[in-house]
């Protein structure tokens, strides 16, 4: 199934649009290929873009004052990627969008969204969609820091997308997690001889 085909049959599941009503929509978007390590958005940007993600790994990440890196989130296949500060806040991003593996994205300008909505307000469930599940996963991501051990938050995304710890070096899981990789370590190795008894 195609990136378009998959968001057409989202569209669709959302709110009954057919597949040949979201012309106006689709035409508006585009294909975006990212090599390792480039950057889709960086740190001061003001630019709204909004991406499904078809093929890759997004990392978003910080520069702290000490030139330490912290891993905000990752994004992969089947997800959509925004910086937060840009769509929600209108404010330029705070972090940088790094592909970690080649990238592929089909991209819609959110401003150019917004127009859309005003001549076709059938999609807007889709707008309302992607929001909500920005908001969800921010959420979700603060709550397992306060409900949840870095052991718990690590079974957790195995469980999710359990390809990512081949696909992820270990310093950006560990980040993520909020531990060091020696700690990822450590948590690793109590797990496989667990498993193991």
Do not use: C
Not at 14 to 25: K, M, N
Not at 68 to 75: H, P
């Amino acid at each position: 199934m195609s990136t378009i085909d998959t968001l057409q049959k989202l569209l669709f599941d959302l709110a009954g649009v057919l597949p040949a009503d979201t012309e106006p929509l689709f035409a508006m978007t585009t294909p975006v290929s990212l090599e390792t390590n480039e950057a889709y958005i960086r740190e001061g940007e003001s630019s709204r873009r909004l991406a499904f993600i078809e093929k890759g790994v997004i990392r978003a990440y910080t520069i702290k004052e000490n030139g330490d890196e912290a891993t905000l989130l990752l994004r992969w296949e089947g997800q959509f990627i925004a910086s937060h500060d840009t769509i929600i806040n209108r404010q330029p991003s705070r972090f940088i969008y790094r592909a970690l593996e080649p990238v592929k994205l089909l991209q819609i300008d959110y401003g150019v969204l917004e127009e859309i909505l005003k001549t076709h307000p059938e999609y807007e469930p889709l707008r309302n969609f992607f929001l909500m599940k920005m908001l969800a996963e921010s959420l979700k991501m603060l709550e397992s820091f306060v409900t949840q051990s870095p052991e718990e938050r690590y079974r957790e995304l195995l469980s999710e997308r359990f390809d990512l710890v081949n696909r992820v070096p270990d310093k950006y899981i560990a980040s993520m997690l909020g531990i060091t990789p020696v700690s990822l370590s450590r948590i690793r190795k109590r797990m496989y001889t667990k498993g193991k008894q």
